[in-house]
């Protein structure tokens, strides 16, 4: 591993003098070395969490063998981590009573970099050329070597927690060698003393290091103090069991790791151990942050790993749509050195995506059985982002689809219904599950196409969420019964309540609609009479092949190329407009004004469908008529 040169100081006979041996750094790790002392420029205050996370792998070692074994040197020695500073020296010490090192820690985990990787992070550090971002450091295992970021000098005084230990000294500059000597040390663990860099002061400053332990350490399960003061105050709170929590640490928490000033309006703690261990505490937020859809939006769940902080926007912990989600997620299952790029394929976040997602949707559900106002607030704020999952998570689409809730003609502006709601309340012998895509409430209950089931009392979902159009294609069916949109051409309709006595003769029927169609010519697939209009003259519905015009509209505003499918015109022949054309179209002296009638009615229908593209010869067309309706 490294090449031992032996090279005691004093040859001659002063045998009271210790023996320090030096050894050189193999070429790789001196490569790599020179790397993190040169090339190394953001986040450098990361060493801290390395140091604080060895100190505490230390402690826990330590605090495991006392469980069984206290033939240990200083078995009574309180199990913490000390950092004291000295401003005028310019050094940080950081001290833990732990396991500590033997020589052969020394020099095979401290002298060599152990990770396969660190070859590749040596040749990827130099391709990059830039400055070098030092969350990298962890990708490769180097993490007591990120020390030399801030440090000239690093001095380890160690000594094991064996009976028969000796104590230790390590000592380098980084450069090309270190040294290890023994020395004369009673307590057991590891002293690490840093020479600070000239430029790097601010790590010698208590308020600075409070602030890093405070951010990366937090939750350490073993004390860290700075000089007197107990800096981790914060408990782990994903790491107690439920009845011990109470609900102002939970508020607390939330807040500490949400940013919010609010409660949150849940909260699920999950537990695993399996195949996959984790502990975990997740928030549901009271109100949708401003920027959620938002391309800068940082997903709000931080990962730790044995209560060290990583990385404090874990995506892939979550679905996309759960984005929303604020916590903490907390797995034995990843190394420290965890990278962003691992982190984003490896299984273990795969698993526990898997159960978390599971959890969660069943906390939903439970809301909304049990909680009926804490779903709706959860359905205001994040239900359309909820809905938007139903076309990438394929998984959990069912469970999903129960929880997706819509406006409902026989419900009050705001109330939202589910599908299963919905179906409870079908008439006898209605099959399908109506709807109407529209832009807003407002917009949906003007849609003559409604009328019809209105008048037969027949529940219209009103899907006015712009995401609506897009998730509804992929709900061809719910529970066996179809998702009809009012528009749909082929409906079919029961006759409604009103008698068919009234109507037109069949060949004046015929003769009319002709009429239309050769006036409207291939502006429209067809020209029919209507079943579903009650109040209306007329309305557009869509053809066979056609799609329901506010997804239309959506295909449009995305591809300006688009081109729509025609429409069938139907015309509502128990309207007394309808009557009046029949009868004025007897006489040919009529003849201009039935075909001015017709083109009107036809962009009037298309004016409420929101798609008249020609609103000056709409005008124009209206005015004239108006002129001869108040002739005389
Ligand atoms: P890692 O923690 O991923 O193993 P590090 O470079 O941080 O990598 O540490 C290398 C090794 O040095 C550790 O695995 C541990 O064996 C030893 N070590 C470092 N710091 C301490 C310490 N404070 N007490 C005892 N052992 C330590
Ligand atoms: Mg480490």
Known sequence: MSESTSASENETSNVETPIVETHEFRAEMKQLLHLIIHSLYTHEEIFLR???????DALNKIRFRMLTDRDVVNPDAGQ????????????MTITDSGVGMSREDLMKRIGTVASSGTLDFVAEMKKGGGPVDAQMIGQFGVGFYSAFMVADLITIDTRHANPDSVGLRWKSDGSGSYTIEEIDRKERGTTIVLKLKEDKKEFAEPWRIKQIIKKYSNFVDFPIFVGEEEVNTVDALWHKSK??????????????????WEEPLGHLQVNVEGRVSFKSMLFIPKKAPKNLYHDEYQFGVHLYSSKVFIQDDAKNLLPEWARFIKGVVDTEDLPLNVSREVTQSSPVFGKIKNILTGKILTMLKEWSVEESDRFKTFSKEFGMLFKSGLSSDFENRD???????????????????????????????????????????????LNPNLEY??????????????????????????????????????????????????????SDVKKILERFKAVLGDQVEDVKSSDRLVDSAATLVVGKSGMDSQMERMMKMMDENFEGAKKVLEVNLKHPLLKNLIALSKDAENSDLVDSAINQLY?????????????REFVRRMTELMVQATKK
């Open 50 to 56: 390395e140091l604080i996370s060895n100190g505490s």
């Open 399 to 445: 469970a999903m689809i129960d929880l997706i809730r819509f406006e409902s003609s026989v419900k009050e502006a705001g109330e939202l219904v589910s599908l299963d709601q919905y179906i409870d309340r079908m008439k006898e012998g209605q099959k399908e599950i109506y709807y109407v895509l529209a832009e807003n409430r407002k917009a949906a209950e």
């Open 243 to 260: 009845s011990d929590i109470t609900d102002e640490q939970l508020a607390e928490f939330y807040k500490f790791v949400s940013n919010d």
């Open 453 to 506: 089931f209105a008048a037969n009392d027949l529940e219209v979902l009103l899907m006015i969420e712009p995401v609506d159009s897009f998730i509804v294609p992929g709900i061809p069916t719910f529970k066996d019964h179809e998702l009809k949109s009012v528009e749909t051409a082929d409906l079919d309709l029961k006759k409604t309540k009103s008698s068919e006595k009234d109507g037109p003769s069949k």
């Open 80 to 91: 913490k981590i000390d950092i004291t500073l000295d401003k005028e020296a310019n050094t």
């Open 603 to 615: 962009d009037g229908a298309l004016l409420a469908d929101g798609s008249l593209t020609s609103p």
